[in-house]
């Protein structure tokens, strides 16, 4: 798994390639947890080039969303670029419920 930030005006865009497994799930939770404590208020995810998330994975989005909420003000986390079939396991957990999910990463981040 490869991870690359970059900061931009509103947010920071993460872009990530490869698997987010239970392997390199901790990776990926340290690299948006140190965005966060560096002050990112907001992180847009790209993972069009992620083919699978596993619940070590999925876990990560959930502690990165619990420590921007708990800011002042709070910051959110948006996901684009995600594939139809990881917008699915998405979905299954109902993480559709807490994250907005957007086609583009222009669109994402306009959207902060």
């Given at each position: 798994m490869?991870?690359?930030?970059?900061?931009?005006?509103?947010?920071h865009l993460v872009t990530v390639q490869g698997r987010i497994d239970s392997l390199s799930a901790p990776?990926?939770?340290?690299?948006?947890?140190?965005?966060?404590?560096?002050?990112?208020a907001n992180l847009v995810i790209n993972l069009a080039a992620?083919?699978?998330i596993s619940s070590?994975?999925?876990?990560?989005?959930?502690?990165?969303?619990?420590?921007?909420?708990?800011?002042i003000p709070p910051g959110e986390i948006l996901i684009s670029e995600v594939s139809?079939?990881?917008?699915?396991?998405?979905?299954?957990?109902?993480?559709?419920?807490?994250?907005?999910?957007y086609d583009q990463?222009?669109?994402a981040v306009g959207a902060v």
């Open positions: 490869e991870i690359g930030t970059e900061a931009l005006k509103r947010c990776e990926f939770e340290t690299a948006l947890l140190d965005l966060i404590e560096d002050g990112a992620v083919d699978f070590a994975g999925i876990s990560a989005f959930i502690r990165a969303r619990v420590r921007l909420k708990k800011r139809p079939f990881l917008r699915e396991t998405f979905e299954l957990v109902g993480l559709h419920l807490l994250f907005t999910f990463d222009v669109d």
